[in-house]
């Protein structure tokens, strides 16, 4: 038993390995788990494509794809049985619902009343309707441990049926950005022009990232500095219909761009004047890579963000959806150069703080070691 704790065998199986933000904290807790302690297989229920799959990839890491495409994927459902198997861990951490629903086909029942590997899940609060969030919901509540980010997210698995004894808090985690790309680049990169000053917004372009609020909110103060831009960053299926919004609320003066899928969208934010994060639900990723950017951030009072967000030290806290309190703070900030630079500088050391890698990493590792023991 010894060894085994001193180098337990880790699998995790993701949902998808995108710019998702399951995706990201998978990526940073396999990275940085001491190889010492830790070995770690991946795998994903897809394509193994996407920033965090390279990401892994460049740390050495391989990245099995292991697609299970419908209910009677047999094929699908066999390779990722043997896949889990032939691995042979002590714990299975899957992130996201589908990637918790699938766990079925690789965990048993154990002779104490555990599983067999271990099972532990992540980012999975909202498992769906219909038979497969029965499975997923289930597939919770047998979990050996299910992980938090937060106050918020632990309330959404108690509603959900998981017991609290089973639950572990452990808040998410963000790197300090890399050197930012060639500002007249980005902005030509963006179709803006050289001397813009940028706001960025959005993360994903679809209605859970409340990009349609992000341009409203931008067209009420545009007038501020012809200057001005606003950068919508990421891809979604949004896309046209927040571009057409714009060019109607400003077909004459339209200033909305789009970012696309970047990898260097981390280190761009501190091209930035400000980030905006107008999400209904989540978002502390985007809160916490503009927060350790040192850009200040303009996000919905929501549960989540209430927990990163220092509201009038690292940044503001608005009522969720109300564009105009959007609108006035930004015009607070561009006003006060001085005051947007300390709450930028307020939310670095925050994130360096709070959300380092090396204590989420450090979490996890006791999680695993006490299921292993």
């Known amino acids: 038993m010894e060894s085994e704790l001193t180098h337990a065998k880790l699998f995790f199986l993701a949902s998808d390995l995108g710019a998702g933000a399951a995706a990201v904290q998978l990526a940073l807790l396999a990275r940085g788990l001491p190889r010492e302690r830790f070995s770690v297989a991946v795998g994903v229920l897809g394509r193994a494509e996407g920033a965090a799959a390279d990401a892994l990839r460049a740390a050495g890491l391989s990245v099995a794809p292991l697609p299970v495409r419908h209910p009677l994927d047999f094929s699908g459902m066999r390779k990722l049985r043997n896949a889990v198997r032939g691995a042979n861990p002590a714990v299975l951490h899957c992130f996201g619902p ?10 048993s029942g154990g002779a104490n009343g ?35 980010t937060g106050k918020a997210e632990g309330e959404r698995y108690r509603r959900l049926g998981v017991r609290g004894e089973r639950l572990t808090r452990i808040g998410p985690a963000v790197t300090a950005p890399a ?5 007249a680049q980005f902005c030509r990169d963006v179709l803006a022009p050289v001397d813009s000053k940028l706001i960025f917004a959005g993360g994903g372009l679809d209605a859970a990232h409340g990009v349609k609020d992000a341009v409203i909110a931008f067209d009420m103060m ?12 990421g891809d979604g299926r949004d896309r046209v219909e927040a571009e057409e919004l714009g060019r109607a609320l400003a077909f004459d003066d339209y200033r909305v761009h789009f970012s696309g899928p970047r990898a260097d969208l981390p280190a761009a934010a501190r091209l930035a004047e400000m980030v905006w994060v107008t999400c209904a639900r989540g978002g502390e990723l985007l809160a916490l890579r503009a927060m350790a950017a040192g850009r200040p951030v303009i996000a919905y009072h929501t549960p989540e963000l209430d ?19 959007i609108a006035t703070k930004a015009h607070e900030l561009l006003a006060d150069p001085a005051l947007a630079a300390r709450l930028g500088e307020a939310g670095r050391a925050r994130a360096a703080e709070r959300f380092g890698v090396s204590r989420m990493v450090e979490q996890h590792a006791r999680v695993y070691q006490e299921l292993v023991g």
């Open 222 to 233: 545009r007038y501020d500095s012809p200057a001005l831009r606003l950068v919508l960053t």
């Open 307 to 325: 927990e990163v967000i220092d509201d009038g030290v690292t940044g503001y806290l608005v009522p969720a959806g109300d564009r105009t309190a």
């Open 114 to 148: 555990g599983n067999v590997p271990r099972l532990v899940a992540s980012a999975a609060t909202a498992p769906g309707g219909g038979v497969s969030g029965w499975l997923t919901g289930r597939q919770l509540r047998r979990a050996d441990r299910v992980i938090a």
């Open 179 to 183: 050197e930012p790309p060639d500002r």
């Open 98 to 107: 589908e990637a918790v629903r699938a766990s079925r086909l690789a965990v």
